[in-house]
């Protein structure tokens, strides 16, 4: 029992705040629980069994998980005979570390995959456009000033970062999730939500997205403030300053902008209303295309300013859709895509990769992303 308390205690130093609690239980010689981070939706224990310990010394280690500061190392313990491995959720196993290797981030991307293809009852038959929005608008809170927002945390999971008008509508896509997290608790909400999107982009025949993990979750008081998102209703001024903040020039603009090509807009949440192409859970350069080659007018109703299609009077635009054939300096890049696909995928798959790690601590290189096959 003694070793197993140095061993305990050593890798729990490891991680800060739970250093002190740790040290606590083991001197007290009494049960304890590592408890991992919890939020208003969805709270979850995990145990190597129920009941009181039978051991000799009469203790019962119930299962902590630690997660080294984004290197994507997991630690599992217990007594009585072995370690509970939460990847699996058994336990028997010799005590040491778990660090999930591609083979397991694999089997969560094929996960999220086949449930793309059996919950077909979103939007258009597909739920791929709303986890690309959930990743996109997770990591887009990003402010290189401060150093704060981003993927790293997954504080959409708390309010008032859940409730802010940019988000509505993405429970949805978090709810989707869920099972997934169930089936693999070791995974962060943080990589989750963001291998989701990629996964998303694949299997709407998008180009291969490189992806590392390494995130971590945080609490409340991470959450972002209000107002970092792109508004739909403003002009280019408000595009340069929303995504100079993250980081990123004109043609890195317009490139996330291709997002577009996916989806639909809902009165009950942005107030606009409509889907930007014919093909909206397809990855193309359509967006672009169709930004140049149709004619465009205001729609004449009671929502918000938008635009609509001269001919089918079926697609929309936002203002901000439009400030890149107004500027001339996005235009340009607009006529690029819209000509060359292979162009546009390169470049588009670059910035997702930027987007989706602004501001993660990583412990990991550049060269170790993993590219994960679709299942199509």
Known sequence: MASATKVLTRVATRSTPFTSYVRNATSRNARFTLQRNTHQSSRRGYASGSGEASSKAGLYWGVGLLAAAGAGTYYFFATNGGITNLKEGSAGETRGIFTPNKEDYQKVYSEIAKLLVEKDEYDDGSYGPVLVRLAWHCSGTFDKETNTGGSNGATMRFAPEGDHGANAGLKAARDFLEPVKENNPWITYSDLWTLAGVCAIQEMQGPKIPWRPGRMDRDVSLCTPDGRLPDGAK?????????????????????????????????????????????????????????????????????????????????????????????????????????????????????????????????????????????V
Request: aromatic fraction near 12%.
């Open 235 to 375: 002009d280019q001024s408000h595009l340069r300053g929303i995504f100079g903040r993250m980081g990123f020039d004109d043609r890195e603009i317009v490139a996330l902008s291709g997002a577009h090509a996916l989806g639909r807009c809902h009165t009950d949440r942005s107030g606009f209303e409509g889907p930007w192409t014919f093909s909206p859970t397809v990855v193309t350069n359509d967006y672009y295309k169709l930004l140049l080659d149709e004619k465009w007018n205001f729609r004449k109703w009671n929502g918000p300013k938008q635009y609509q299609d001269a001919k089918s009077k079926s697609l929309m635009m936002l203002p901000t859709d439009m400030a890149l054939i107004k500027d001339k300096e996005f235009k340009k890049h607009v006529e690029r895509y819209a000509k060359d696909n292979e162009a546009f995928f390169a470049e588009f798959r670059d910035v997702i990769v930027k987007l989706f790690e602004l501001g993660v601590p990583f412990q990991s290189k550049e060269e170790d992303r993993m590219t994960l096959q679709p299942s």
